[in-house]
């Protein structure tokens, strides 16, 4: 099992194409109630997420985690302090829970990646992009998959740790690319 930050879940809503993806990877993927309420806050700003992840709950591709009352301590350590050393509430659920369970956390944000990697050795984390470069997404989504990545960078903003820029734009274009901002400046200009 995988927990997913909620802005995980907003790019894979992005891409319109959420159930395939969700049903083409082997290993499920699960939101916590702490980031399920984020995307719920998200209605009184006119997004859309919360009802498309109500329809991926109600058709059984995923589950909602709760957090756990033996994760509070870990919870309040990872949302307490400076604010370079803390992270929001959802991200601290999706740690929080998928340490407690043994299973990996998928959150794009970098700040938390790096607490992840400074506080959870064992803990696997990976990205949006990760999950959509994965060799069962890419057969999922055949020739569409450059429209899938597409559809997430430019109606979620997703963030593409640098690592993966050049697969991206290769698979998106280079001319689409150009307009979208999530990804690094460097990959966005025109060649030549």
């Keep these: 099992m995988r927990i997913a930050d909620a802005s995980v879940w907003i790019n894979l809503i992005a891409t319109e194409r959420a159930h395939v993806i969700l049903s083409a990877t082997s290993v499920p993927l699960r939101i916590t109630d702490v980031a399920l309420a984020e ?21 059984g591709l995923t589950e909602v985690v709760a957090l756990a009352a033996e994760d509070e301590a870990l919870f309040l350590s990872l949302v307490s302090g400076a604010a370079a050393e803390t992270l929001d509430d959802g991200e601290a659920a999706t ?81 689409r690319a150009m307009r979208c901002h999530s990804l690094p400046a460097r990959v966005r200009r025109p060649a030549g």
Excluded: N
Excluded at 39 to 59: F, I, P, T, V, Y
């Design 39 to 59: 995307l719920e806050r998200g209605r009184s700003k006119g997004r859309q997420a919360a009802d498309e992840m109500a329809g991926l709950l109600h058709m």
């Design 95 to 175: 740690l929080a829970c998928a340490y407690r369970l043994g299973a990996g956390a998928l959150i794009d944000e970098r700040k938390a990646t790096q607490i992840a990697a400074k506080r959870f050795e064992t803990l696997t984390v990976l990205s949006t992009v990760d999950l959509l470069l994965s060799p069962e997404v890419r057969s999922a989504c055949g020739e569409d998959l450059g429209d899938v990545l597409f559809a997430a960078l430019t109606g979620a903003r997703m963030c593409v740790p640098d690592h993966h820029a050049d697969e991206i734009v290769r698979v998106v274009g280079a001319e």
